[in-house]
């Protein structure tokens, strides 16, 4: 088994910027989904974006669209999650995740990850 850390949370005011990145050790990622969710205060996890391996294509939730991008760097081991136009309502603990290595199709929900970090917390003040 691996690990994945995040980095890169913070404290940003509404319209800001962060980019937070998950580095995957004692494992390689170069067929594995990866996915970022997120916590907030009170609510369940929710599924944030999503990139797939091999054709590298990406999901992303309504909320998101538009503001959030992922991307990825398998030789680095690492997953982004770039921010920007961030809102109030983006602040969340964030949770990088990993599906199971080489499936040939993903489901982008909790139960559909094998591998979680720690998370990052994310705080945008209005």
């Known amino acids: 088994q691996g690990q994945l850390v995040e980095s890169g949370g913070g404290l940003v005011q509404a319209g800001g910027s962060l980019r937070l990145s998950c580095v995957a050790s004692g494992r390689t990622i170069s067929r594995t989904s990866m996915a970022w969710f997120r916590q907030a205060p009170g609510k369940e996890r929710e599924f944030v974006a999503g990139?797939?391996?091999?054709?590298?294509?990406?999901v992303y939730a309504d909320s998101v669209k538009g503001r959030l991008a992922i991307s990825r760097d398998n030789a680095k081991k690492t997953v982004y999650l770039q921010m920007n136009s961030l809102k109030p309502e983006d602040t969340a603990v964030y949770y990088c995740a990993a599906a199971a290595e080489g499936s040939s199709r993903t489901t982008w929900n909790y139960h559909g990850m094998e591998y979680w970090g720690e998370g990052t917390l994310v705080t945008v003040s209005s």
């Open positions: 990139i797939t391996w091999g054709l590298l294509s990406t």
